[in-house]
């Protein structure tokens, strides 16, 4: 009998933390085993459930799903963007929501673009950064013009303040990747993060 993805994933998390990053592409090989909808069912389930919700896991099978279902995993990903999925714990609303918005980027379609865009205007700054990467993963040029706003306005203030003062290079990069001006030189280095 094959085991459960979420049993996997339990194997998986029970590793020390250096080993989990190491054995991070054998995780994802033996989760590509599963069909995309048995993964999509042991999402349903830990959403639906949020006893037994454990952001980690969610976080691992939203990605196992874009990694096997490609564009069908589209609309199962996207509707996790509806806050009342989410488990009431704060931190694991955090988690769930930057996997979502990280693989919407990372699945390419357009029509997560507009979603992504009103994101760029929310008062998380690490919510912004994902959104911002997602739309620069996805390529859509009309996203420009949002990026180049909130950075001008909102996240120039951050450096002032010193909050969140990485995000405003990294928003430049991303501008820069879409075809905008930014004038803050900076490579696909920057993209490089969990």
């Not at 989760?31 to 995309?36: A, G, M």
């Not at 009431?88 to 955090?94: E, L, P």
Request: proline share 4%; with cysteine.
């Amino acid at each position: 009998m094959q085991m459960k993805a979420i049993e996997i994933i339990r194997e998986h998390k029970q590793l020390p933390f250096a080993l989990q990053n190491e054995q991070r592409i054998a995780l994802y090989e033996k989760l590509r085993s599963f069909e995309f909808e048995q993964l999509a069912g042991e999402l349903r389930v830990r959403i639906n459930d949020s006893k037994a919700t454990d952001p980690a896991e969610v976080r691992i099978l939203v990605n196992a799903i874009a990694r096997n279902g490609g564009s069908r995993a589209f609309d199962i990903v996207f509707d996790l963007l509806k806050e009342e999925h989410y488990a009431t714990d704060r931190v694991a609303n955090q988690i769930i929501r930057r996997a979502v918005i990280n693989v919407l980027g990372m699945i390419g379609d357009q029509r997560a673009v507009i979603p992504l865009t009103e994101i760029l205007y929310s008062d998380n700054g690490i919510f912004v950064l994902e959104a911002a990467e997602a739309l620069a993963k996805i390529g859509d040029p009309i996203a420009i013009n949002d990026l180049q706003v909130v950075y001008d306005k909102r996240l120039s203030k951050c450096v002032e303040e010193g909050i969140y003062p990485h995000i405003p290079e990294r928003l430049s990069t991303f501008i820069r990747l879409l075809g905008g001006e930014s004038d803050q030189p900076h490579s696909f280095d920057t993209l490089e993060h969990e």
